[in-house]
């Protein structure tokens, strides 16, 4: 696995939640 600078992390982590939070946006 490439080693990933904290930036990357952080725009990952926040695109995924933005995922999840609009999936569970349609569900409700």
Do not use: H
């Not at 992390?9 to 939640?17: D, K, Y």
């Amino acid at each position: 696995m490439p080693q990933m600078s904290p930036m990357n992390w952080i725009l990952l982590l926040s695109f995924f939640s933005f995922m999840a939070l609009s999936t569970f946006s349609k569900i409700s």
